[in-house]
């Protein structure tokens, strides 16, 4: 029931003890939690559904680089298991977490997993830090390709900062119990940007197709003031992984401050 703007002026008070500037923004976070309020493009709903966005990549860079999507559904009873391989996953269109892995059907809790889905599907992603894009998807599960890069462990992802079509910044990140990040330049150099959290002790690697990535991300951030796009890589061939118009919900200003401002200056506000 509160308004969006004090709404946002709270919470970022209560999680940072900072003011968030919404009036005049400069720093990053500032400046995401201004394009919340005041650019709302249609399209960015198409783009944080992760069903419909995939049409959307296609049409962009071409199928080649998006993950293959079984079908959709709007209540999990309606999923025909049977159509399916032995691995799979299965996720939410409209949420940001709650990815099911699928390794053996024969294996798979069913009832465990009904109640899982029927949680997400009610929830509006919206309400809890006024992500517009979110706000209108129709809700539905997408059961999509099981990808493995043979590590046993979660993919890696590389996460691009980019702004009005031009990558800037990159990081990693392990989604473990300790996240730990890594931040590089577009020469694959590693930069001081963080969100408080330790690097990743393993070195990583500059990734093959880390060029290809660049311009992919270019093409598919072109016209829009600030999105992240994500990649991750399967043996040689790069496929696209998501859009993010708000960084760690534009709630986490990086530890030096240097870095909120000079990012922060890369995003250009359109007009109201």
Not at 64 to 83: K, L
Not at 99 to 108: G, N, P, S, V
Not at 190 to 218: C, Q, W
Request: hydrophobic fraction near 35%; charge should be positive; glycine fraction near 6%.
């Amino acid at each position: 029931l509160i308004p969006s703007k004090p709404y946002l002026k709270a919470f970022y008070w209560l999680k940072n003890g900072e003011t968030l500037n919404l009036n005049n923004p400069k720093t990053f976070n500032e400046k995401l939690n201004w394009l919340k309020l005041y650019n709302r493009n249609p399209k960015y709903s198409i783009m944080a559904d992760k069903y419909l966005v995939k049409e959307y990549v296609k049409g962009i860079i071409g199928e080649n680089f998006v993950v293959p999507c079984y079908g959709a559904w709007e209540r999990f009873e309606d999923i025909d298991f049977d159509r399916l391989p032995e691995q799979f996953v299965l996720k939410a269109n409209h949420d940001s977490s709650g990815a099911t892995i699928c390794l053996d059907k024969k294996d798979f809790n069913y009832s465990e997993k009904s109640i899982l889905f029927k949680k997400l599907l009610k929830r509006n992603y919206f309400y809890n830090l006024k992500e517009w894009p979110y706000k209108n998807i129709k809700r539905r599960i997408l059961a999509e390709e099981f990808l493995s890069d043979g590590t046993g462990t979660e993919l890696r992802d590389y996460k691009f900062y980019c702004f009005n079509g031009k990558p800037e910044y990159m990081y990693c990140t392990n989604k473990g119990v300790h996240i730990r990040e890594n931040f590089y330049d577009m020469n694959f150099e590693p930069v001081n940007i963080s969100h408080g959290y330790d690097r990743i002790e393993t070195p990583i690697k500059k990734a093959s197709g880390f060029e290809i990535m660049k311009e992919l991300a270019a093409k598919l951030s072109k016209d829009i003031p600030f999105v992240r796009v994500d990649f991750f890589q399967i043996g040689e061939k790069v496929y696209f992984g998501e859009f993010t118009f708000y960084d760690w919900g534009g709630m986490k200003p990086f530890t030096n401050k240097d870095w909120e401002y000079k990012l922060g200056d890369l995003i250009t506000l359109p007009s109201k």
